[in-house]
């Protein structure tokens, strides 16, 4: 079955850079979305098509996807971005999703 | 207002069989353009995906939930049931139903869930 690996955490200062990988088999080859989830609350949609970003979601988020790893980046991220992130794939009629990130913002 | 909401027990023994109702409301499940999933998220675990109803009744599973997962839609209703036989403690989760909607002309291997419901939490426990 397909597997997507995330890395289990990532720590980034206020204002500064994230990147949230996902990486899986010619992952380029399909399309990826992102999904951002705080603590007690519902997965929310924050890409999808690898690169576009739904109704509401601030532009700070932009993805990529090519070869085996797409990419959620978060610019001047922000304190309120501190959640789990968890991509997502289409293989051979089931829905992937990725082990998680957990976003430290500090 | 766009919503999914899932209900069900909240506690189940292994020896009986899991119902959970996924109610939407602001679009009809006869759309072609939608499809509804169920999704399971383990206490402190990753989103784990378990099974899709399309718009034409066509479904998808999980390859290793197939045989104790059945899903049904009630379009008058503006229901979607899913039913494990034989649940485990191991079974113990949130479980979210979220909308896949593409409006596309072609939505091969367009898939993301851009709505989710607020989960209902079941605990499998004899």
């Known amino acids: 079955s397909y597997e997507l690996t995330q890395t289990p955490s990532v720590s980034v200062s206020p204002g500064q850079t994230a990147s949230i990988t996902c990486s899986g088999d010619?992952?380029?080859?399909?399309?990826v979305a992102w999904y951002q989830q705080k603590p007690g609350q519902s997965p929310v949609l924050v890409m999808h098509q690898d690169t576009k970003r739904p109704s509401g979601i601030p532009e700070r988020f932009s993805g990529s996807n090519s070869g085996n790893t797409a990419t959620l980046t978060i610019s001047g991220t922000q304190a309120m971005d501190e959640a789990d992130y968890y991509c997502?794939?289409?293989?051979?009629?089931?829905?992937?999703f990725g082990g998680g990130t957990k976003l430290t913002v500090l | 207002q766009v919503t999914l909401k899932e209900s069900g027990p909240v506690l189940v023994k292994p020896t009986e069989t899991l119902t959970l109702t996924c109610t939407v409301s602001g679009f009809s499940l006869s759309d072609a353009r939608v499809g509804v999933s169920w999704i399971r998220q383990p206490p402190g675990k990753a989103l784990e995906w378990l099974v899709h109803i399309f718009s034409n009744d066509e479904k998808s599973y999980s390859t290793s939930l197939k045989s104790r997962l059945t899903i049904s839609k009630d379009t008058s209703k503006s229901q979607v049931l899913l039913t494990m036989t034989n649940p485990d403690p191991v079974d113990t989760a949130t479980y979210y139903c979220a909308r896949r909607y593409c409006g596309s002309t072609s939505c091969e291997g367009i898939w993301y869930f851009d709505l989710w419901g607020r989960g209902t939490p079941v605990t499998v426990s004899s």
């Open positions: 010619k992952l380029g080859d399909k399309y």
């Open positions: 997502q794939a289409w293989d051979s009629s089931t829905v992937v």
